[in-house]
Nanobody, 124 residues
Framework: VQLQASGGGLVQAGGSLILSCAASGRTFSNYGMGWFRQAPGKEREFVAHISARGDMLYYGDAVKGRFTISRDNVKNTVYLHMNSLKSEDTAVYYC??????????????????WGQGTLVTVSS
């Protein structure tokens, strides 16, 4: 499956942004989907995951209560709604499709396909 992330940009602290990740290729609805982010000089970290059917959601502690992940299996797209943005949310955001194993949704190694990333910059 090929993934194309978009929607990044410059936003003021306290603002909102919606990221999109469009999938093509294999059957999108078979894949759990995740968002990760990587700030300069830091490791890529887990942000959120949504199961293939959209019935199970997981969030990283840093974004819980502020970010919401959702998906549209007709449009083959997964979204990340980001509210109350903080300067520490500044990073390149990546969408990823999880493999079919039962491995943890929180681990980068569980994801078989990655998009190219979209930059989010939050100004304070």
């Amino acid at each position: 499956v090929q993934l194309q992330a978009s929607g990044g940009g410059l936003v003021q602290a306290g603002g909102s942004l919606i990221l999109s990740c469009a999938a093509s290729g294999r059957t999108f609805s078979n894949y759990g989907m995740g968002w990760f982010r990587q700030a300069p000089g830091k490791e890529r970290e887990f942000v959120a995951h949504i199961s293939a059917r959209g019935d199970m959601l997981y969030y990283g502690d840093a974004v819980k209560g502020r970010f919401t992940i959702s998906r549209d299996n007709v449009k083959n797209t997964v979204y990340l709604h980001m509210n109350s943005l903080k300067s520490e949310d500044t990073a390149v955001y990546y969408c990823a499709a999880k493999g079919l194993s039962s491995s943890s949704v929180y681990l980068k190694s569980s994801y078989a396909h990655w998009g190219q990333g979209t930059l989010v910059t939050v100004s304070s």
